[in-house]
């Protein structure tokens, strides 16, 4: 991962996990699903109830999942041995983070695999003087095709494998301290071209309005669920990052930044969405293709519109590369520190085992699996189960471990070093504590009964 003299590697500086971690936080879960969950659920309450999982559930967990990483010094499933010995049922958390990385990236790379796409067609000025429709026509074309979305996504997951395979800090870094904040100050001129739109207030009202009316116990855990995946929460992503990270970093205050950023990211990409949809007169409940159709239609009407619309999904498919590196290199460094394979043996393999399991995510749109019996079957298809299974209850059940054995495992002087070093943060010791040995378990207990139609 990093090139230093101590044998493990280390960030070369704090600005180093910064943006690793933010770079893996920033991605599709901000930018294409938060976006068209919202749409589905209906907007306002679910907004609320996701910027509360963020606050009492994300932020605790970040900061203990990053802890345990730095003061196990390992990956992991390792890293779990090396706190808790060597049989200890807690290594089947790491196990489960493992199972759950094939899992999410095996389909972030079909919409990463998208994004790729819409980078060329709209260099080549595909996108450019289309009408609403036709554009919807674009990306119902895509998302039915079979070769074009084996392709794309094949083409993503070789980026990734390449960029693991070289060690994440080879060269990354710097690009992310450059295409990072382009990625925001793109976001922000569709803002401000938003804001002139028609539908703006319509929109607005429909993200920060308390109405309730479309949501569901399903889009509570969604909510949750959501919360995790968009800060990387809960399969070992973070801990294996922070296992790099020196001791002197105040670990409290830089999770506070990257999940606030993370939020602002969010929100941000839902208030260029919605004012288009609803100028536009799009279907804000149409699901995976939300992104795919109405940021094009913006970028249509507006001068230099190719040039921006190619950069736009060209920096949407770096922050996705950032955050599927992270997810690869989970499955990667089991393989590393477990079993002892080499760096590139252990990144072209997990490679190849997300990209079969891709094939079935990648072709939902083309076939309905199973000629649509499966669902009839399920009420979903692969690609919608994969991720409803991953993201709304792997993620959280990870995350309630992380909480578990930091809360309760933990030795107290171990975990309160940790937590204080270098911390402006050091005061709020106490009430993390209690909010992750009580709050945090039982909420997520709550949410999981509450989705199984328990109260
Ligand atoms: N957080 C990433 C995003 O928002 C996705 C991700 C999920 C990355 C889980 C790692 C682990 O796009």
């Not at 990236?105 to 450019?128: C, D, E, K, N, P």
């Not at 083309?366 to 299974?389: C, H, K, P, Y």
């Not at 270098?422 to 106490?430: L, N, P, V």
């Amino acid at each position: 991962m990093a090139e230093s003299s101590s044998p493990r590697g280390a960030w070369a500086s704090k600005t180093g996990f910064v943006l690793a971690a933010a770079g893996s936080a920033v991605g599709l879960g901000n930018v294409w699903r938060f976006p068209y969950i919202t749409g589905e659920n209906g907007g306002g309450l679910f907004v609320m109830i996701y910027l509360v999982c963020i606050a009492v559930v994300g932020l605790p967990i970040m900061i203990g999942e990053i802890l345990i990483g730095r003061a196990a010094q390992r990956s992991t499933v390792t890293a779990f041995k090396t706190l808790a010995g060597p049989h200890t049922p807690w290594k089947a958390l790491g196990g489960l983070g493992v199972v759950v990385a094939y899992l999410v990236l095996s389909f972030y790379s079909v919409v990463a695999g998208w994004a790729v796409y819409y980078t060329v067609i709209a260099a080549r000025g595909g996108l450019g003087g289309r009408s609403p429709e036709e554009i919807q026509e674009i990306f119902g074309a895509t998302y039915t095709s079979i070769p074009l979305n084996l392709v794309w996504t094949a083409l993503f997951m070789v980026l990734t494998v390449a960029v693991v395979w070289r060690g994440v800090r080879n060269g990354l870094e710097r690009w992310s301290r450059i295409l990072m904040p382009s990625l925001l100050l793109l976001l922000g001129l569709l803002l401000v071209r938003a804001t002139a739109m028609s539908g703006f207030g319509e929109a607005f009202a429909f993200v920060f309005g308390l109405h309730a009316d479309q949501l569901t116990g399903g889009g509570v855990i969604e909510a949750l669920g959501h919360s995790f995946f968009t800060l990387s929460l809960g399969m070992g992503g973070l801990l294996t990052y922070g296992s790099y990270l020196e001791k002197q970093a105040d670990i409290p205050s830089m999770s506070a930044g990257i999940a606030g950023l993370d939020t602002v990211i969010a929100l941000l990409a839902c208030l260029v969405i919605f004012p288009i949809t609803f100028s536009y007169g799009l279907e804000p409940t149409q699901g995976p293709g939300l992104i795919f159709t109405s940021v094009p239609i913006a970028f249509a009407q507006m001068p230099a519109g190719g040039l921006l619309a190619t950069a736009f999904f060209a920096l949407l498919v770096f922050a996705a590369l950032t955050s599927a590196i992270s997810l690869l290199e989970v499955a990667a460094a089991y393989w590393i520190d477990e079993r002892g394979w080499s760096r590139e043996r252990a990144a072209l393999a997990s490679g190849l085992g997300v990209s079969l399991l891709a094939i079935p995510s990648a072709l939902s749109g083309a076939t309905e699996l199973f000629g649509g019996r499966m669902q009839a079957a399920v009420g979903s298809n692969w690609f919608d189960l994969v991720a409803n299974i991953a993201s709304n209850w792997s993620l959280p059940l990870g995350g309630m471990g992380i909480a578990l054995f930091v809360a309760w495992r933990m030795p107290d002087a171990l975990r309160s070093v940790e937590f204080k070093s270098g911390s402006r943060w050091a005061g709020f010791y106490a009430g993390w504590l209690v909010v992750l040995r009580f709050v945090v378990p039982l909420a997520i207990a709550a949410v999981f009964l509450h989705a199984v139609g328990v109260f």
